[in-house]
């Protein structure tokens, strides 16, 4: 999957089941977010900026329909996939109904929904390179290299992660938790000053004030 700007969130209340979707999708280039139940669904919705919904309707707080429901309240636009374990077609027409955009029966391949998402991408227009450019800096999410105003830099795989996530959620502020839990997502150990002394490296083979601190709260690439 080429596209590398599309944020997806992923509903959805097995965990196994979550962490290896979300792997499957940071492979092909794509950012998930995931929470576990409807209730931190509707929160991420309302306070995130994501191109697409995959949301499993067999949900233990909220049932997933009354949370799709919800969703398209908040967002009539925001695509919605949804993902059911139930047989029969009532709660795919029901879901459907309710304005969701696509579904998947369980069980299914990691290919077929990559497909659909490719089939969201194009809609959306999101459909594109894998390499995001800003201030002078160049990102390669498939050969993971950083090339700063035309020199390809070298970056440890903690500090490539950062700059990914930073670059990933322009104008939007990271605090130090969401940095640390996107380190602990690909597998890395996290020291309580792992994050502020990575920055400060970052920042030596940035451009000056490529990356803003704002106090108290945490760190910010901006848009302009």
């Given at each position: 999957?080429?596209?590398?700007?599309?944020?997806l969130?992923?509903?959805e209340?097995d965990?196994?089941?979550?962490?290896?979707?979300?792997?499957s999708?940071?492979h092909e280039?794509?950012?998930?977010?995931?929470?576990?139940?409807g209730?931190?669904?509707?929160?991420?919705?309302?306070?995130?900026?994501?191109?697409?919904v995959?949301?499993?309707?067999?949900?233990?707080?909220?049932d997933?329909?009354?949370?799709?429901?919800?969703?398209?309240?908040?967002?009539k636009?925001l695509?919605?996939?949804?993902l059911?374990?139930?047989?029969?077609i009532?709660?795919?027409?029901?879901g459907?109904?309710?304005?969701?955009?696509d579904y998947?029966?369980?069980?299914?391949?990691?290919e077929?929904?990559?497909?659909?998402?490719?089939?969201?991408?194009?809609?959306?227009g999101?459909?594109?390179t894998?390499?995001?450019?800003?201030?002078?800096?160049?990102?390669?999410?498939?050969?993971?290299?950083?090339?700063?105003?035309?020199?390809?830099?070298?970056?440890?795989?903690?500090?490539?992660?950062l700059?990914?996530?930073?670059?990933?959620?322009?104008?939007?502020i990271?605090?130090?938790?969401?940095?640390?839990?996107?380190?602990y997502?690909?597998?890395?150990?996290?020291?309580?000053?792992?994050?502020?002394?990575?920055?400060?490296?970052?920042?030596?083979?940035l451009?000056k004030?490529f990356?803003?601190?704002?106090?108290?709260?945490g760190?910010?690439?901006?848009?302009?």
């Open positions: 999957m080429d596209g590398v700007s599309m944020r969130l992923l509903v209340d965990i196994h089941l979550a962490n290896g979707l979300r792997e999708l940071r280039g794509c950012s998930a977010d995931v929470v576990f139940n209730y931190d669904g509707l929160t991420a919705i309302q306070s995130g900026d994501f191109d697409i995959i949301l499993d309707l067999g949900l233990p707080d909220i997933g329909l009354s949370v799709l429901k919800k969703a398209k309240q908040i967002n636009a695509p919605v996939l949804i059911t374990a139930r047989d029969g009532e709660s795919k027409v029901q459907l109904d309710l304005g969701a955009d998947l029966a369980k069980p299914f391949s990691i077929e929904l990559l497909a659909r998402i490719r089939v969201f991408e194009r809609r959306l999101t459909h594109s894998s390499v995001i450019e800003h201030k002078g800096i160049s990102l390669d999410t498939k050969a993971h290299t950083i090339t700063v105003r035309g020199a390809e830099t070298n970056f440890s795989r903690r500090e490539y992660m700059v990914k996530s930073l670059v990933e959620n322009l104008g939007r990271q605090s130090k938790e969401q940095l640390e839990s996107k380190l997502e690909w597998g890395e150990e996290v020291a309580s000053n792992t994050i502020e002394v990575h920055i400060s490296n970052i920042r030596k083979k451009p004030e990356i803003k601190t704002v106090r108290g709260v760190y910010v690439v901006s848009k302009g």
